[in-house]
């Protein structure tokens, strides 16, 4: 007699399904341990300290930014805009060790744009002593960028040429000049002829790059570095600053230059709470009042309403 299967009874088709549903989820499980076990090694490795005690993550990191500056501009460039970039952390970096902050190494940023690099970042961990010690983390890193921005600018204008405006400048992207720029290019360059322009060295592009960057970090908002200054002068007040400030830049990306609305928005997103230090009743000393006010004064020289001219 022949025999055929012509169906499964309930039972045996869900204890089935159960067995094949259980062989799926351990290979899931499976899979997931591997990746998370792969991924903590990995993690393991870069977090391990190297070099005079710094994370891999962050020298593989430096490498990269200068591979992408260097892809983007060339070795001058490369060389000097890292060099700011590293001078701006590192004012951060020691001033938070001064005041018993924790904080990390400088993350460099590596993106093959036109600048090869969305700048530097570290990141403070533990709490804030007092108004003094937020004021001094907040503007030793602009004073520190802008200690060798200033240098490098001259020593690039210097090396850049004058040259006729070509009949086809598709090839060439305008920069607009903070009064601060402006100001070294007459003094190293002279007045340009109707018909010539300026064409930068790449190391003058750096420095140029260092007083966009120096202002980006200046402006008086949030928890950027113009934003801890103004907090440290002016305590809860400071928020009607921000608002202010905020306000202010959105008006600039619509009717002057489009490209600020990314970074506007951004900064609108980031909010305008300003974390209080431990200490937030003493107040600044004279000497850091005027170092305050100065600092703003930099922010206008080094701010650009129309950075780049298509």
């Given at each position: 007699?022949?025999?055929?299967?012509?169906?499964?009874?309930?039972?045996?088709?869900?204890?089935?399904?159960?067995?094949?549903?259980?062989?799926?989820?351990?290979?899931?499980?499976?899979?997931?341990?591997?990746?998370?076990?792969?991924?903590?090694?990995?993690?393991?490795?870069?977090?391990?300290?190297?070099?005079?005690?710094?994370?891999?993550?962050?020298?593989?990191?430096?490498?990269?930014?200068?591979?992408?500056?260097?892809?983007?501009?060339?070795?001058?460039y490369a060389i000097c805009i890292m060099i700011i970039l590293f001078?701006?952390?590192?004012?951060?970096?020691?001033?938070?060790?001064?005041?018993?902050?924790?904080?990390?190494?400088?993350?460099?940023?590596?993106?093959?744009?036109?600048?090869?690099?969305?700048?530097?970042?570290?990141?403070?961990?533990?709490?804030?002593?007092?108004?003094?010690?937020?004021?001094?983390?907040?503007?030793?890193?602009?004073?520190?960028?802008?200690?060798?921005?200033?240098?490098?600018?001259?020593?690039?204008?210097?090396?850049?040429?004058?040259?006729?405006?070509?009949?086809?400048?598709?090839?060439?992207?305008?920069?607009?000049?903070?009064?601060?720029?402006?100001?070294?290019?007459?003094?190293?360059?002279?007045?340009?002829?109707?018909?010539?322009?300026?064409?930068?060295?790449?190391?003058?592009?750096?420095?140029?790059?260092?007083?966009?960057?120096?202002?980006?970090?200046?402006?008086?908002?949030?928890?950027?570095?113009?934003?801890?200054?103004?907090?440290?002068?002016?305590?809860?007040?400071?928020?009607?600053?921000?608002?202010?400030?905020?306000?202010?830049?959105?008006?600039?990306?619509?009717?002057?230059?489009?490209?600020?609305?990314?970074?506007?928005?951004l900064l609108l997103l980031f909010g305008f709470k300003h974390p209080?230090?431990?200490?937030?009743?003493?107040?600044?000393?004279?000497?850091?009042?005027?170092?305050?006010?100065?600092?703003?004064?930099?922010?206008?020289?080094?701010?650009?309403?129309?950075?780049?001219?298509?």
């Open positions: 007699m022949c025999k055929v299967k012509i169906g499964l009874s309930l039972s045996q088709i869900i204890i089935e399904n159960i067995l094949n549903f259980s062989l799926i989820m351990d290979e899931k499980v499976s899979s997931k341990s591997t990746l998370k076990a792969t991924w903590g090694v990995i993690r393991k490795f870069l977090s391990t300290p190297s070099f005079f005690d710094i994370p891999r993550i962050n020298i593989l990191l430096f490498i990269a930014t200068f591979f992408t500056t260097y892809i983007m501009n060339g070795p001058g001078a701006h952390e590192m004012g951060h970096f020691i001033m938070c060790r001064k005041y018993h902050v924790d904080a990390t190494w400088p993350y460099f940023l590596p993106f093959p744009s036109f600048f090869g690099t969305l700048g530097a970042v570290i990141k403070m961990k533990g709490h804030i002593p007092s108004k003094r010690a937020l004021f001094d983390i907040g503007v030793a890193g602009p004073i520190g960028g802008l200690i060798f921005a200033i240098p490098i600018t001259l020593i690039g204008l210097h090396f850049s040429e004058v040259q006729p405006i070509p009949k086809d400048a598709s090839s060439y992207l305008g920069l607009g000049e903070p009064i601060l720029f402006s100001f070294f290019t007459k003094m190293m360059v002279g007045e340009v002829s109707e018909g010539f322009d300026i064409i930068l060295n790449p190391i003058a592009f750096a420095g140029w790059a260092g007083f966009f960057v120096t202002a980006l970090n200046l402006m008086p908002i949030g928890q950027l570095d113009g934003g801890h200054v103004i907090y440290a002068l002016l305590g809860k007040r400071s928020t009607i600053v921000y608002r202010v400030g905020i306000g202010i830049f959105f008006l600039f990306a619509v009717f002057v230059f489009k490209g600020w609305i990314l970074i506007a928005v209080p230090p431990a200490d937030a009743f003493t107040p600044l000393d004279f000497k850091r009042k005027c170092i305050g006010v100065i600092m703003l004064v930099v922010f206008i020289l080094c701010f650009t309403p129309i950075p780049f001219k298509i």
